[in-house]
């Protein structure tokens, strides 16, 4: 069968509905994959879909081929990605895939895969294409197919945990994903007073993008925070792995400002632990976990290898820009943006300090959001592989992921995303003045690479 195999990306299989992946495509895609399960002595697999209109059918096409290559089903029905680990650790299936276009356009969608506790990611992704290429698919006594309803015990799960102090009013936007559905209630048993925001499910997504980390995604929770009164709003992507949330005054609060607060409350029962951020990352995350003697680590972006991190540096805590916030505190080490907003919610009914003053103390910065330059996948780590010979001859870098060059009065990032063909860059300095020359000296290095090599 012919497949593109530009669809098995970095951290997950993702392309576009009915050109890339046809049903007879998906079908195929399931065989490959229960044949590596099997490979690994997996056999029960767990199978969620989001709400995406080709997911369903999907979702049949899929079990049908895992089953094919021997594979036992579990299907969870429609459900956040996060269920679907949940799934995986708490209910012990021994395989699961997770059928989502996460934050991406409605013309997407794909699959996220885990083998035991293990995300698939890079090299294993890429043997699920080579199991098809090579036809070493396996064909063998059909599976069986069974029903699990796992939203219930999600939700006891999650409110048996946490122990809100007073009661809050927050704002709920889950973009028309997976997320409010099974969200609202949770936060209505803890006790919150909750306004709900395009919650129905609806998988053309009609009033904004799914991704809490566009500012023009994240315009009606704003508005709605400040017209309601409301201590916090919370927003999720298409999947509910990502979480946005807004302050009591309308700020957006990026995915790192996000772990100082859970590693101030985390680090008081769990002190000298590990805590992991991304490249990304603003440097007073970094400075703040050393001073409340945690163990700060500085970590490539994606959220597979943060996981795999956490299991290696046994650490407390980890999230990326992105919005995927991962407890291993309480939970299990998988991103949960309902678990985090859950978390988030106790975190600030334990005190009477509003959540737009938690950072006043904190050293003052000016930073960018993520720019996003087009580069293709031929040359994009080219790119930053000669942004990185200029920049090391004038600075100290960091280049575990892309270029992080360290300068005086600040740094710059340069990234090639392993997910889109974009180049990504960030910058943060101590001034105004220091942040514009930061960029205009590490953009110049981008654009002579640029002109060098090609986009």
């Excluded at 290696?312 to 919005?323: C, D, F, K, R």
């Excluded at 939970?331 to 003053?357: C, Q």
Aim: with cysteine.
């Amino acid at each position: 069968m012919e497949i593109n195999p530009n669809i098995f990306r970095e951290y997950d299989i993702r392309g576009i509905v009915d050109k890339d992946l046809a049903p007879d495509v998906v079908r195929t895609l399931g065989q490959a994959m229960g044949t590596y399960f099997r490979e690994h002595g997996r056999r029960l697999v767990a199978v969620g879909r989001d709400c995406r209109l080709s997911s369903p059918s999907y979702g049949l096409a899929l079990s049908a081929g895992l089953r094919a290559a021997g594979c036992d089903t579990v299907d969870l029905g429609t459900v956040p990605t996060p269920l679907l680990y949940f799934a995986i650790f708490y209910k012990n299936y021994e395989a699961g895939v997770m059928i989502t276009g996460s934050h991406n356009p409605p013309e997407y969608n794909g699959f996220k895969m885990m083998s035991g506790h293990d995300t698939l990611f890079g090299e294993t992704i890429q043997e699920i294409y080579r199991i098809i290429r090579d036809g070493r698919i396996l064909s063998d006594k059909e599976g069986t197919a069974s029903d699990y309803s796992l939203i219930p015990e999600y939700q006891d799960y999650v409110v048996a945990g946490i122990k809100p102090r007073r009661r809050l009013k927050v704002v709920i936007d889950a973009g028309n994903g997976t997320g409010g559905v099974v969200a609202v209630p949770i936060f209505k048993r803890l006790g919150a007073g909750v306004v709900e925001l395009f919650c129905e499910m609806d998988g053309r997504f009609p009033n904004h993008h799914p991704d809490p980390t566009l500012p023009e995604a994240m315009e009606a929770l704003v508005k709605t925070v400040l017209a309601e009164h409301a201590d916090v709003g919370v927003a999720y992507d298409g999947d509910a792995d990502r979480i946005g949330v807004v302050d009591d005054q309308g700020h957006l609060i990026w995915g790192d400002q996000l772990l100082i607060f859970f590693a101030r409350d985390i680090l008081k029962t769990n002190p000298g632990r590990a805590i992991i951020s991304e490249v990304k990352a603003t440097k007073v995350l970094y400075d703040e976990i050393a001073r409340l003697g945690g163990r700060p680590i500085m970590y490539r972006t994606g959220h597979s290898l943060i996981k795999k991190k956490i299991k290696e540096e046994n650490a407390v805590l980890a999230g990326e820009m992105s919005g995927h916030i991962f407890f291993a505190d309480r939970w299990f080490g998988f991103d949960d943006a309902i678990y985090s907003s859950a978390r988030l919610y106790e975190l600030l009914a334990g005190t009477d300090v509003k959540l737009s003053t938690m950072l006043a103390g904190l050293p003052k910065t000016f930073s960018t959001p993520e720019i996003r330059i087009y580069a293709s996948d031929e040359v994009k780590f080219k790119i930053v592989d000669e942004v990185k010979a200029e920049l090391s001859r004038k600075y100290p870098v960091i280049d575990i992921d892309g270029v992080r060059a360290i300068m005086p009065k600040g740094w710059g990032l340069v990234r090639a995303s392993n997910t889109q063909a974009v180049l990504v860059l960030r910058f943060e300095a101590e001034t105004e003045a220091d942040l514009e020359a930061i960029q205009k000296e590490v953009k110049g290095a981008v654009e002579r690479a640029i002109k060098k090599l090609g986009k």
